[in-house]
């Protein structure tokens, strides 16, 4: 299973656990924020917008929560400003790692991120030391069980997807991201439920994680990530099997 889209998996349940409900509500507000600031607030017109209230309702915000953040980026209310920043470094064998933030304070931030890597034996890197292993593309997927796997690929090429991998317990599709809509609105014609739909930084390689203590360590550094309300989004280029991830689990 690739470290990417398991993770993105990972997340999506973290997601949904109403435990977390408060921290992820609060991440999605920011993002709906930037989207307006920068691109208006219609989303029809605006696609990081749309993306970012896509997220929204997967985590069960209401629909006037939504509205209110989009009002408070359009002027009515509120004047905190938020800056993207991508820092990138190195987990436990050497995996890469991005970390995306959208923060009103980024000497706090970056003190969060440092130790964050340190305490899980990984080091914040320089601008551009892992940024060229990612590229930017849309990611779903799908449970295995979901779908005949003829059928997906036949959907998916046609919508124009890149590829279609069988993990195991997923099908992963990835494609550019001027596909994603279209890839998305028709694996929902076909009413094929999807646990991951995003536009996404998904490595070009990979490291393979084959034993259980490095995968547990991984998983904390990006836990912990995750739970850091300034980070929007952590990637990494780890690949788990699933043999591995059931005895670290």
């Given amino acids: 299973m690739s470290g990417h889209s398991h993770w993105s998996s990972i997340k999506h349940k973290k997601a949904s656990a109403d435990a977390k409900r408060g921290k992820a509500w609060s991440k999605v507000a920011r993002m709906i924020i930037v989207a ?4 208006g607030g219609d989303p029809d017109t605006n696609l990081t917008l749309r993306y970012a209230i896509d997220k929204a309702k ?11 953040a989009i009002k408070k980026a359009t002027g009515e209310g509120g004047t905190i400003s938020f800056e993207e920043i991508a ?3 190195y987990g436990p064998k050497g995996v890469a790692i991005m970390v995306d933030v959208l923060t009103d304070n980024r000497t706090r931030t970056v003190a969060e991120i440092k130790k964050i890597f340190e305490r899980h034996n990984g080091s914040l890197g320089s601008t551009g030391c892992v940024n060229w292993m990612f590229h930017k593309k ?3 997927t799908v449970k295995a069980d979901a779908a005949k796997e003829d059928d997906l690929m036949e959907i ?6 890149d590829d279609l991998r069988n993990t195991g317990e997923l099908y992963e599709i990835t494609c550019q991201p001027a596909a994603f809509e279209p890839l ?11 646990e991951v739909a995003e ?14 203590e490095t995968a547990r360590k991984i998983i904390a550094l990006m836990d912990e990530f995750e739970d850091n309300e300034d980070v929007q989004n952590a990637y990494a ?6 043999d591995i991830m059931a005895k670290a689990s």
């Fill in 199 to 212: 536009l996404s930084m998904v490595p070009s390689s990979e490291v393979l994680i084959n034993d259980a």
């Fill in 184 to 194: 998305k609105k028709a694996i929902e014609a076909k009413a094929i439920p999807m």
């Fill in 156 to 161: 998916a090429l046609a919508a124009g997807a």
């Fill in 138 to 140: 849309g990611l779903i």
């Fill in 87 to 89: 820092y990138e470094g």
């Fill in 58 to 68: 997967n985590v069960n915000m209401p629909k006037d929560t939504i509205e209110k």
């Fill in 36 to 39: 307006a600031r920068r691109g």
């Fill in 237 to 242: 280029n780890f690949n788990i099997p699933d």
